[in-house]
């Protein structure tokens, strides 16, 4: 993999977009982008967590701890979807589909409020702004992935350490729940996973403590590219062949005694990814 970014503390929601790269900062508070620019970082009153663009082009950001959508207007996310009447906890990832629906994580417990783990849940945002639960018991959810031409959507658990696919049904609705690939079983007892991609032949996903970025099918380990001390957080494709992924670097030190002394430093890296196939 070779280095495309510095600068970030935490690299959450990495998506690409005409020729730009997004993410999120999360510990640092900052929205990055190399659009219309050098990378850099815009400082944010409200940070976001999930990102994906609208049909319309605009990007929306799950706000972590305001439980609302916005949308980004070159200074802030403003207002889009207020989801507090149905989030139990901060907002997570975040995914789209043509039609302007979104399927965003309620986490369920804010773990640096020293909350106790609670199930999660996936909220559905309809296009018209209309907001409801469409799945629960969820395991800290995080990534989100439509597959199979967007029939199936697939969650990332990175307490059961699996991650989980769903039916879309014609309404929006989650059904058949099952499990796509038990990450535990396939990469390692250390495999957790974080963001996860759609890829034509599977999912990426990011494997945080796994130390690796690996792409799996239903039930199966298809590539495995190991990033030695670094845990990846998140990923993103460009639709031609290069997976961005975010890489955090401890020092060392285990990831929650270094994201409570906030001395972990993020890259971005670019991934070949018509080359990975070699690396398993």
């Not at 403590?209 to 993103?236: D, K, Q, W, Y």
């Not at 005694?257 to 993020?266: F, I, L």
Request: proline residues 5%.
């Amino acid at each position: 993999m070779k280095e495309y970014a510095t600068g970030m503390t935490w690299g959450e929601g990495p998506r690409w977009q005409h020729g730009a790269l997004w993410l999120s900062d999360t510990q640092g508070g900052k929205l990055w982008t190399d659009h219309d620019g050098p990378w850099r970082g815009i400082p944010l009153d409200a940070v976001p967590n999930g990102l994906w663009f609208l049909p319309d082009g605009g990007l929306a950001g799950a706000m972590m701890y305001e439980r609302r959508i916005g949308v980004w207007t070159g200074e802030r996310f403003d207002a889009y979807a207020d989801l507090s009447a149905v989030a139990t906890g901060p907002l997570g990832d975040m995914a789209g589909d043509p039609y302007g629906n979104l399927y965003v994580d309620d986490v369920g417990f804010a773990a640096h409020a020293g909350e106790p783990v609670r199930p999660g849940r996936v909220l559905r945002v309809a296009a018209d702004g209309t907001v409801g639960v469409a799945a629960e018991d969820i395991e800290f959810p995080n990534g989100l992935a439509f597959v199979d031409d967007g029939r199936t959507l697939v969650v990332a658990e990175t307490i059961r350490q699996r991650l989980t696919a769903f039916t879309v049904a014609a309404d929006g609705a989650l059904t058949g729940r099952r499990t796509y690939a038990d990450l535990a079983r396939l990469v390692g007892e250390d495999a957790r996973p974080d963001g996860i991609w759609a890829a034509p032949d599977g999912v990426w996903v990011a494997t945080t403590t796994g130390h690796a970025v690996v792409l799996v099918r239903e039930n199966e380990l298809v590539t495995s590219v190991g990033t030695g001390t670094l845990l990846p957080i998140a990923c993103c494709g460009d639709g031609g062949g290069r997976l961005f992924v975010t890489l955090a670097d401890t020092g060392g030190r285990p990831l929650g005694e270094a994201m409570a002394h906030k001395a972990v430093r993020t890259t971005v890296a670019l991934l070949d990814v018509t080359k990975a196939g070699d690396a398993l």
